[in-house]
């Protein structure tokens, strides 16, 4: 398809499911004060004990925000999601009583899907001696449930997909469904992932990785300090965030409030390892981005980076920064919100889009928390220490997820002129 | 509490929108008794009556349908 022809793609509502309970505005405040919703978190039914510092959601009351029969048929992470989406659909002022539509369509990222369900059909086999399954398993635990839920729910007649891309699973979907309105299959979608991943085996999984921010009871806050020196690693987090984009004509023609515009989605695969991140594909996926946005580099305020806080991928994270932004990289507003709300895995992508939407239109740049001496091998951009800033003009911004398996996928949004 | 009342307590449970009213004659579809509610509901009733429904029962059409296959089994299995 030729650029020319290729239509707008507006952002006109973001929902969240955060781990403080609080609103999508809520939530961005507490990210702008470097507040972190890291805490020790010892896993209620696991075998053997377990704590680590991670991130769950326990404001969260899903019969009270779904209803109980579609709480009821919902594993915690379509739980999570269909909550999210109905905020994104309120925001954008779409109405529920009447439906979707058939020009409307939903794109979601999970990375372990129903992993709780299985887990709980697992512990009845093997530790409670039952010999049958809950005859609902299976559609609590696939991995398309929420979106489906999503689609049945707010009555989306175009295409309903599902992305596992691990941790780029949701920065892919919003990228995917850019990509179904672009060529005129959607009029809109609803695009965005949730996870619960605090399941005994994945927490136990990413532990024996060597890879999960430690701290205790007093320091599990600070566990996960992205670009710091001595940074030990990453926290799991449950949640999950929505956008709804719209054909730019679309959203004009029935009034909706434009965040910013989705410009530009880049994918790339480092095709050299399987866990190993590598600059040189991030790269090729932020400068696709940038072309399809038209955008030169120095035209970019702020990058939320993937920024996990594991020791290889922040540094070559950096690198790829300093090799798409030159001598703009010292000027590069640069954070890694995860050292707040968490790794969410499959979901985190849609999350930290959503962040740099709310950067982006409203001027305020959240920080990196606990970053308060950069490594020797993460220097060379401008980090956002401390609190967040307030009042920066920003024309463009990217939200980078680089996934296990080699998979990145950037995103480009920029500010309304 | 007898079959019909766990039944009712059911629907009110996980049925979107139950009908105020739930009868021995209400078709289980017409009340938002869908396939994979009817697979629900039936686990549920067996564990609460200790029984074992067998996998070529004949679906049932009305709640009093369910409540007959219910009643036949309970004796059976001494519950």
């Known amino acids: 398809m030729s650029e020319a022809a290729r239509r707008r793609v507006a952002v006109t509502g973001l929902g969240v499911v955060n781990p403080f309970g609080g609103d999508l505005l809520d939530f961005f405040a507490r990210l702008m004060r470097g507040e972190s919703a890291v805490r020790l978190y010892h896993h209620p039914a696991s075998p053997s004990p377990l704590a680590q510092p991670a991130v769950s959601c326990p404001h969260f009351d899903a019969e009270a925000v779904l209803g109980r029969p579609l709480a009821g048929v919902c594993d915690r992470y379509s739980q999570l999601g269909v909550a999210a989406a109905f905020s994104a659909w309120e925001d954008a002022g779409l109405p529920r009583q009447n439906g979707g539509s058939d020009e409307y369509g939903v794109s979601w990222g999970t990375g372990v899907g129903g992993t709780l369900t299985f887990e709980r059909g697992y512990a009845d086999f093997y530790v409670h001696g039952k010999d049958r399954a809950h005859p609902l398993s299976i559609v609590l635990a696939m991995s398309n449930a929420a979106a489906s839920h999503v689609a049945i729910n707010l009555g989306l007649g175009s295409s309903c997909l599902t992305y596992s891309v691990a941790c780029a699973s949701s920065a892919v979907s919003i990228g995917e469904a850019m990509r179904r309105i672009q060529a005129g299959e959607s009029e809109l979608v609803v695009a965005g992932g949730s996870e619960a991943p605090l399941s005994f085996s994945v927490m136990r999984a990413w532990e024996a990785m060597r890879v999960v921010g430690q701290g205790d009871e007093e320091t599990a806050y600070r566990a996960c300090r992205p670009f710091q020196v001595g940074r030990t690693g990453l926290v799991l987090g449950e949640g999950a965030a929505a956008l709804v984009l719209e054909d730019w004509e679309h959203a004009q023609a029935r009034g909706a409030r434009i965040y910013c515009e989705l410009a530009g989605y880049g994918q790339s695969c480092d095709h050299t390892h399987l866990v190993k991140p590598d600059a040189y594909g991030q790269t090729r996926a932020m400068r696709l981005a940038l072309r399809e946005a038209g955008l030169d580099a120095s035209e970019v305020g702020y990058v939320n980076a993937h920024g996990t806080a594991t020791r290889e991928g922040d540094p070559t994270e950096i690198e790829a920064l300093r090799q798409i932004f030159g001598a703009h990289a010292e000027n590069l507003l640069v954070s890694a919100t995860k050292s707040m709300h968490g790794h969410l895995l499959g979901a985190t992508g849609a999350m930290e889009a959503l962040i740099t939407v709310l950067a982006l239109a409203r001027g305020e740049v959240p920080p990196t928390a606990h970053l308060d001496e950069v490594s020797p091998d993460c220097q060379g951009v401008r980090h956002v220490m401390g609190k967040g800033l307030r009042g920066v003009p920003l024309k463009a911004a990217l939200s980078n997820s680089f996934a296990f398996g080699g998979s990145n996928a950037v995103l480009a949004f920029k500010a309304l002129s | ?79």
């Open chain 2, 1 to 79: 509490m007898d079959t019909l009342e766990l039944l009712r307590e059911f629907i009110k449970r996980r049925v979107v929108n139950p009908p105020e009213e739930v009868t021995l004659e209400s078709r289980l579809e017409e009340i938002g008794v869908d396939s994979l509610t009817l697979l629900d509901l039936m686990f549920d009733m067996e564990d609460k009556y200790g029984v074992r429904m067998p996998d070529d029962l004949p679906r049932p059409d009305t709640v009093g349908d369910l409540i007959a296959i219910f009643e036949k089994l309970k004796p059976a299995s001494n519950v």
